[in-house]
């Protein structure tokens, strides 16, 4: 087990030891790892310190892990003066989906994203980590004695980072990351239906899915891309999420080693951008258009037309001089 990190993990404790009442937050826009983490966390903190008060409170939801049965707690400004709020999963505190933690009287930040604009009076980042479910699990774990996993936790945690490990396939995948999933199904989950809840569609989906095919583009040095434009988000009645998982249907072409997902804001001008890539790193590029993330997963916004055929343009002539200059990429 790695103990790196312990003294910060202890102080996490002993913070949490310190405090009858517990808030956990996550980014906006959740996803499996951040439903997952915060779940999971959760229900650890419940089972070990039954006489703390631990709330989950966000302020939006997730359909795709819904069957994690994601807490809709909703908490008075007053029930934040003496709480410590614990945020999972949020790289920077503007992405933080509950805007009241300002009000708690101190904050822990859990978290696997580089850590460009630290905040927290407790900070424990670990970037190069799968997942911040694979931090929970190493924190329950290096405080074993004092920590109790159930299955319940464990179907949080462990849903948790098989998305962000793309199903322990991104290169962020460890043998530590094995280890501790490892630990998790050892408590008698059942995958097939987990797997079930993550990649069972409607069969209208499908329909939908031929029609992005039909409308993708890929460049001349290989970026894939699609607008998802107000129109057809309109069209297909898609929800902002499933707006946003268009992304995922351009991941697997050959020769494709940077994908893109630019998703109209049916209110404004607004165009969010999801940014995919395999052997390149891409985080960079989000930075340039004011955003950030991971080297093979970042996220950023551009605001006209032109904006976007920059970004376009700027990620094939990096996908040209990655291919250039590297063998082995496919
Ligand atoms: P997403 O495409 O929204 O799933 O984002 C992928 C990753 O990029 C997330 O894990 C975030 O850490 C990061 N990210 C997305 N959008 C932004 C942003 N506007 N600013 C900074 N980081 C972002």
Redesign the pocket.
Known sequence: MDNKNFEIKKQILDKIKEYDRIIIGR?F?P?GDAVGSTMGFATILRESFPKKEVFVVNEDYSDYVAFLDDDKTVLADEAYADALFVAIDT??SD?LSNKKYVLAKEIVKIDH?VD?IPYGDISWVEDRRSSACEMIVDFALTFKDELKVTKRAAECLFTGIATDSGRFRFSSTSGETMRLAGYLLDFGLDLETIYSNLYLEEFDYFKFQAYIFGQMKVTENGVAYIVVTREMQKEWNLSNEEA?NV?SLLNSIKGSIIWLAFIENPFDEEV?V???SRFVTI?KL?EKY?????EC?????VHSAEELQCLIDDADAISRDYKANNTGWM
């Open positions: 980014h826009r996803d790289g920077t992405r994203h460009n946003s992304i969010r999801r940014l995919r985080n989000a004011g955003g950030g993330g991971h997963a970042a996220g950023a916004t």
